[in-house]
């Protein structure tokens, strides 16, 4: 009897040891970032029959039980620092190839450009193309370290009001002669290299003409201060009695310019947005097209999608970050780093974006913090303690038994 209840107070030992090990490890993990606590299930071992009933051999661990409520979400300074709110893990790929997942959103980015977690795996997701599409690849994301390429200027929109109370005025327009013409407007333009160059138009009230009369509106455009290299740079605005664009909003021919050492600007123009009412001249122009632009920094927004911010004032998307979900994440196994890996308790992952399905959304530049319990797991750690000690006095009781038994054998 006395040998079997060593057996049994060893069996209780050990598994409040392993509990003791899960508590342990809360604690020293209660400020690392993403961790998810853990806590020990005990089940009954089957002793020796007593008069033909089952008498309990003692405890054993029967597993570990994950906790992945999630824990509070901490702001940081860094917009690589990436928090899931709600469900899901971010996805990562080892130097090998194989895939894990993680709660900890401590990433940064590469001397290559690649966005990497802490133990130097890359972080997945999907490509966006320049409309913004995705591949639908996943793949490392990669962040663009050189210069944005410049983009011509092909669009070319005005907007606003031409004065109907300006002085009528006649004879071709000179645009260094103010005298010739009513109003000017100058819009800045790229070209293929990304050099900015400003097109002025100069706008002249010829009065009106034709049955019923409308309000005619010469104009004339340079480019740099001069017409030299232009073709299709004038033409005719007519409004009605009611102030609106009856013809000319749209030309049919595009502005060109020959550019020296670039391709020959081309530039579809669009006047639709002037109207003519007796107030102040009032217009202003936009167009599309960029300089080469050097990356300033990332962004992330709430769907994971990753852009980047040019000196040139483009930002462009280049990547959707893959958030993971699992059937169980209980029955996912944790490795080195605090990273896990799919098993067949935990089913296989379904990966996609932030909000799409029942995966949760990303906040950036932040960081989930651990959700360790400190108050509670220092609790435990006294009720184990007590039970630790509980089984060690039984433990000493077995042994002075023992000790009398051989006593009473050896007299």
């Given amino acids: 009897m006395a040998g079997n209840s060593l057996s049994i107070t060893q069996t209780g030992l050990e598994a409040i040891d392993t509990a003791l090990d899960a508590v342990s490890d809360n604690l020293a993990n209660a400020q690392t970032d993403g961790f998810s606590s853990e806590s020990v299930d005990f089940q009954t071992l089957l002793g020796e029959y007593i008069a033909g009933s089952p008498l309990g051999g003692g405890a054993t661990v029967s597993g570990i039980d994950r906790d992945f409520s ?125 050099n900015s160059h400003v097109l002025t138009y100069y706008f002249q009230n010829a009065g009106s003409s034709g049955t019923p009369p409308t309000e005619q509106w010469n ?87 990753l852009s980047v911010s040019y000196s040139n004032g483009q930002t462009a998307n280049v990547a959707q970050v893959a958030v993971a979900t699992f059937p169980s994440n209980e029955g996912l196994a944790l490795t080195d780093s605090g990273v896990y890996v799919q098993t067949n308790q935990s089913g296989v992952p379904t990966i996609s974006t932030a909000g799409a399905g029942s995966a949760g959304t990303i906040q ?29 006095k039984a433990l000493q009781t077995e042994d002075a038994i023992l000790g009398t038994i051989v006593e009473l054998q050896t007299t």
Avoid: H, K
């Fill in 364 to 392: 950036s530049s932040a960081l989930e913090s651990s959700n360790v319990d400190t108050t509670s797991q220092l609790i435990s750690l006294v009720v184990l303690q007590r039970s630790f000690q509980a089984n060690a």
């Fill in 70 to 194: 999630p824990g509070a979400i901490v702001q940081t300074d860094s917009p690589t620092d990436l928090a899931i709110q709600g469900n899901g893990f971010f996805v990562l790929q080892s130097p090998s190839g194989s895939q894990a997942y993680t709660l900890n959103g401590a990433f940064s980015i590469s001397s290559n450009g690649t966005l990497v977690a802490a133990d130097g795996s890359d972080v997945m997701g999907y490509g966006l193309n320049a409309s913004g599409t995705s591949t639908g690849v996943l793949a490392p994301i990669v962040v663009p370290q050189g210069l944005l390429a410049p983009t011509a200027s092909t669009q070319n929109t005005l907007t606003g009001n031409l004065d109907s109370t300006s002085p009528v005025l006649s004879g071709a327009i000179n645009p260094s002669d103010p005298t010739t013409y009513s109003a000017s407007v100058s819009v800045q333009v790229f070209d293929s290299l990304g």
């Fill in 219 to 305: 104009w004339t455009a340079t480019l740099d201060g001069s017409a030299t290299g232009l073709t299709n740079n004038s033409g005719t605005l007519s409004f009605n009695s009611a102030g609106n664009l009856t013809s000319g909003g749209t030309p049919a021919n595009p502005l060109t310019a020959t550019i020296a050492g670039a391709s020959n600007l081309s530039l579809n123009l669009n006047f639709t947005g002037l109207t003519q009412f007796a107030e102040s001249t009032a217009a202003s122009g936009t167009a599309d097209g960029n300089a080469p632009g050097r990356p300033l920094g990332v962004q992330v927004n709430n769907n994971g999608v």
